[in-house]
Structure formats: C-alpha cells, structure tokens
C-alpha cells in the first residue's frame, strides 16, 4: 500500500466513516494514491463491523468491533476525524463546513453515510423494547 506523500497536495475528503468509506480509503492506498486522505465520522467509533450490533448486542462495545485499528490508519496516513457531523457542501468552492464550523477544502469528495434503518411493518413494531440498531449508540 502506497503511503502518504508530503509533497502531494491532492486532498480526498470522504464523508462518512463506515465501512464504505473505510474502503474508499483503502483502496486509493492500494491503488498508489499518495495524496491526503482525510474521513470525517459523525460517530464516536473508528469503522465497525455494523452486523455484528445484533448478534453482540449489549455484551460488547462497539471499540472492539472495529474493522482497523488507529494504528493502521497512522501507518497509512488515513485521517480519520471523529464526532464531527458534515452540515454544508460547497461544490464550487469545493470546500465542506462541519457542525463546529470548521470548513475543509477538498479536490475530490465521496459522500459515503450510508443508509437508514428500515423499519419493518408488522404487528408489535411499534411496542415498547423493540428497538432498531444502526449504531452503537443504539
């Protein structure tokens, strides 16, 4: 895998710090990108092995679930930036604002949130205790 070249100013912004985005990232290592690649999560927890939520439930944390340690995004030169929510998109100034009103420029962008919870219909859906997993938060 390609690492971090101090003298490649191409910045790739990546918006969302699942699995998707997780990949992304990954493979623009593998594929010998050297410029920076900088993830922002509006989770607290580095990528997680979301389909392991149900079957861990409240036995594990979601710390150790994740799919990479922080030490191999160190070693990539991956940053990952946790807690942070994505509010605005400037396309034209190809630049992003963040829920503490930081803005960061970018020269590529992938947006990467991934998708909500379905909701099944069916009789007992709506009781109290059934709950629906997204996250670990949830």
């Known amino acids: 895998m390609a690492k971090k070249d101090p003298n490649n100013k191409t ?15 990954e493979t623009l290592r593998q594929s010998n990108f050297t410029g920076e690649i900088q993830v922002i999560s509006n989770e607290k927890h580095l990528p997680y092995d979301r389909t392991l939520l149900s079957k861990a439930c ?14 191999f995004f160190d070693e990539h030169g991956i940053d990952f930036q946790l807690g942070y929510e994505v509010k605005s998109i400037d396309r034209c100034g190809k630049s ?9 420029s970018y020269d ?7 998708g909500t919870a379905r909701k099944p219909r069916f009789p007992g859906h709506d009781l109290k205790n059934v709950f629906t997993l997204r996250s670990a938060a949830d």
């Open 108 to 114: 590529k962008l992938l947006i990467a949130t991934g």
């Open 58 to 71: 409240a036995s594990i944390d979601a710390n150790n679930l994740v799919i990479r340690k922080s030490d």
């Open 11 to 25: 910045k790739m912004l990546i918006i969302g710090g699942g699995s998707a985005g997780l990949t992304c990232a």
């Open 96 to 104: 992003v604002k963040l829920s503490d009103g930081t803005s960061l």
